[in-house]
């Protein structure tokens, strides 16, 4: 598959928005007009550079408004139209996209549009220049892929083809099953772009929000599918208007973008051989059937079968083994070589590192997955371009395969066992006598606060490495703002990440406001919290105005209020079963969790998350 990206998708000048789709890898790029008009860049040191830097200059974009219109129009059309392939000749470019009319056209005719783009298809021809005319989803007249097809049709010039855009053609619901039926030398160009299901107008959507594939909630596997189907062999390039990657590090959006496209190649592949029904045509033989369009494939991962770890790093690590200690958690030793302490409660395993910078608050830095094969998930990782995080080993110590998430996060792929163990634990605590722990455990899930513009990029990360699946996004209330929340998660549940997105005045103070905890899941929830408040912890004090809400909400039994108020537990319920759960004060930007999911409850008590935020809000700003 030949990759391409539009110059628009990324912040910076043309040079270096080239450099940095160079270093990412990609096989060509489209030209965003206004780049090149803004750009000191002669069209020849343009030319120059694209072939120094091995980059195809694939798509000349956008011409806008030229069909359905009055024939003065069209006439002053024309001379624009030659003026772009005069100045294509000099850039060495042979395919210019014209989008459909949004704003000059008067006539809606088909035939007055064919004969118009069949002037147009000629003078390009004579420039050596190949049209694609792609309907935008708020096209006046024409707004769907079908229709601009059929005016290719019509025209029938060999300068003329069409080109699709997964935007327009997803954001409107067409069905894209059509698109097979299409001639794929009538293919000129295949734009792609992912975005989340929104309730706005389609033009406000699409110059704002679309994201790369994989980080919003279209069907592109399936859009690709159907056009590898069609045959189709050209270009497949990221055009993606986005507020956030315009003004964030050029090369690093040009890595998260590459990541896009080399997991969706990977997943077309996966729809190609599992499509039946009615996205296949024929038979099981169809479904092997190979396409012009090579699509490589992966390193196949699983989802992870749980967490192994979490690692919590400070200066000082008192507080964290305070913390953790009145939570029940034990004290199993210390590392052989490293400076580093392992605490578990049952299968629930935290590392305490105390390898932090001086006077850094303590942070979440690095988790543990459980995975089939470490190598084979990390050789999918870096294939995927995430950095590699190197970890000191000596010899006899288990190697963890690490990388580095977008928010600087450690991501360790583990070696799962059946019984939910870890081999590693033997490093620690050499010569001690191991203390007991109260009860059984494991880490239910984990809270990371995304900084704002890494937070489409980690969603990405996650579901491409790990094969998390992102559920619908949330947007809870808190004082200082909404918080967005992203929930990612294995469909057994074995692991739930969730991603929040701190409203920007937390994220900017200078002090790190914005909270990520660590959730432990136990059998017997209020049992814990009074062997943990006999042991002095101090928990997040939750308002008496919850437990009346509490109480209208779901009528409690009288009993079971008091305990929940007494020991500030917070409580939820939905057709699935029950939630209980408790936090703890905060340390540096951390705080733990305790919860006890009954019956099949799957969710985070979604509705007690703005009392929290409200109440953390509150201690951080009493003084
Ligand atoms: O928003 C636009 O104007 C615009 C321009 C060119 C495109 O290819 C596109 O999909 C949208
Ligand atoms: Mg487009």
Redesign the pocket.
Known sequence: MRTGI?T?CLSGTLKEKMQACAIAGFDGI?I?EQDLVTSPLSPEEVRKMAADLGLGLDLY??F?DFDGVTPDLLKANLKRAEAKFKLMERLGMDTI?V?SN?ATATIDDDDLRAGQLAELAELAGAHGVKVAY?A???GKYVNDYEHAYRLVEMVDHPNLGT?L?S??ILSRDWDTAPIEQINAEKIFFV?V?DAPKLSMDV?SW??HYRVFPGEGQFELAKFLGHVVRAGYTGPVSL?V?NDVFRQSDTERTAVDAMRSLIWLEEQSAKWLANASGADAPDNKAASRRRYPMELATLPKVNEPAGFNFAEVKADDTAQLEKLLGQLGFGFQGRHRTKDVQLWTMGQARVIINEQAASHSEPAIAALGFDVDSPVIASARAQQLKAPVVARKVQADEEVFQGISAPDSTEIFLCQGSPDGTAAWTHEFGEGLDRSTETQNAVIDHVNLAQPWQHFDEAVLFYTSALALEPQPFAEVPSPSGLVRSQVMETSNGAVRLVLNLAPAQQAQTARKTYQEHIAFAVDNLVAAARSAQERGLEFLQIPANYYEDLDARFDLEPGFLATLKELNLLYDRDANGEFLHFYTATVGSVFFEMVERRGNYDGYGAPNAPVRHAVQYDSLHRV
């Open positions: 539009a628009v489209e965003f974009q956008p806008r996209l989008c949004v792609e935008l989803a708020w080109c855009d935007f327009h734009q772009a033009l699409s110059r055009e208007f």
